[in-house]
């Protein structure tokens, strides 16, 4: 009787073990980055072979639209679509033998911001099944933050920084020099097609406050980006109300002493100069931003103590341009087709002199001959010198590019990654670029107004020259400018490589 019972149980504990399916998934979430590939582990053990098996990888509610079905052999078109061509039979690991192994493991390639969450594995066999659950966790680290700044009342800046390319939602925080928390203005976040999240934030900062303001952009995971800017590069204040007027005033008249006898003393020394870094700012559709006492204005003549003497590299310019003799205005020849639809990010010509370290300053003037302010144009750094890549996706900082880039009604961008558009309340008729390689940022200003308009932080490596493309068809062509000794307008005629109908 007793050996019956034993028999019996035996049996049953053979026929379990020859039919039952016990799916094996790693306990933790996996996580994966937006674009790349990731494996979602999973295995039966014990080992046995599974190309016999029915497998079946969906999301929840979406058992009948799988994103992976195999069935008879092989793997069915049986899917949803968000999957086609992106998903597959896995290997949990390199030594793994796959099916034949019991590796039911899924592959998914190009991640999304969609692919956030659980994903489930139903396993069937003749007479036996098991399933699992599995959570994907997905990030995306955003573009390099883009810093800009309007003026508010009394001595106080409203400084903006912007980013894009999350996922999920980055936390934002703004610090001073000595990483002390500043008083967070608003976060608005916006959520694009891709799912992916958009982040501007702002805040208030008075110079007194801090030198260095940091906008710090984070995942949960630690990883993040950093935008700096240091205030008393992109203003001075003015304050010329209440007890500070009779104060600055004094200031002023100093100032314009000193300013006269260093003016005689120059005067003196080089009768021939022309110096337009002694322009005066000018107001023009900058009204707006003077509100109450506050004058936005930068200290240009501090920027143009690192002015450096920019000429055009013909051999790296595109065909499709003309350069003048003395190297120094650009065009596109009046010929010139563009091959694709868009900006002609083709046409590119690299600055001659080459930087690794240090401050360099340069001005391109973009209404030249009083046409109007140019509309399309391209102005920044490059890597290399090698600006042969047309292919807008490859003009990114990792790819060794950091402009500006002004794309007519478009408005203007820049080429972090993704990019970041912003909309300047007039056209610059006059650019300031200044390259802090020590730094690493790279900001760009409104000469003619005497406004920092954005910068962009960054890593550099290597050698940097600068990078111009005068966009098509435009009135005006691009010149850079001569900070320190201003040559009379050339009106040289534009030799090219071109041969102009
Ligand atoms: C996945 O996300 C959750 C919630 O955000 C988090 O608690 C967990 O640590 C993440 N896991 C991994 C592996 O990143
Ligand atoms: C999947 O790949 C096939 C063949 O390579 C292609 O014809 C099809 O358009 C692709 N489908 C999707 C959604 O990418
Ligand atoms: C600061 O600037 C942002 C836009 O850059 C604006 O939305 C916000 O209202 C401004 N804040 C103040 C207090 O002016
Ligand atoms: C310039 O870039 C192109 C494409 O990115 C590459 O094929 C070429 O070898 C590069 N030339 C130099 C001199 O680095
Ligand atoms: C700048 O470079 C050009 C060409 O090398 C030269 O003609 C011009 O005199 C230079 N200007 C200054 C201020 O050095
Ligand atoms: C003009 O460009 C062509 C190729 O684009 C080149 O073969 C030719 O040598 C160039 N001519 C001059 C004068 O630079």
Known sequence: MISVII????????????????????????????????TLPCWIAPPQNAEGLEIRWYRPEHFNTPVLFYRDGKIQDIQEEHYRNRSSLGLRSAQSGGLKDGDVSLRLDKLTAQDEGVFHLYLKGDSTFDGQVMTLNITALGSIPVLSQRAVSGDKVNMSCRSSGWFPEPNVRWMSDDRRLLSPGQVSVSRAADGMFSVQSWTIVSPSDTQLISCLLALNTGQHREGRIDITDIISLEVTSGPWKALFIIFLICALLGLAAFIVYKYREKLTVKKPSEQPCEDGAMGNMREENVVLNINMEELRKDAVNITLDRETAHPGLMINKDLK???????????????????????????????????????????????????GVQKDGNCSSTDKSRLTPSDGFWFLCSDGANGFHTNTDPQITLSLSSRPERLGVLLDYDNARLSFYNAKHCQHLLTINTKFSGVLVPLFNPGVGDKSSLKILDVSVESPDSSQPLLGNYSEA
């Not at 020859?18 to 790349?36: C, H, K, M, N, R």
């Not at 080459?354 to 144009?377: C, I, M, T």
């Open 7 to 38: 028999v019996g149980f035996l049996l049953i504990l053979l026929i379990e073990a020859s039919v039952s399916l016990v799916v094996v998934v790693p306990e933790d979430e996996i996580a994966g980055q937006v674009g790349s590939t990731v």
């Open 329 to 379: 205005i650009v065009r596109d020849a009046s010929g010139y087709v563009q091959k694709n639809e868009g900006f002609p990010y083709e046409l590119c010509v690299c600055g001659a002199q080459k930087f690794s370290s240090g401050r360099h300053y340069w001005e391109v003037d973009l209404a030249q001959n009083n046409f109007p302010p140019k509309d399309y144009w391209l102005i």
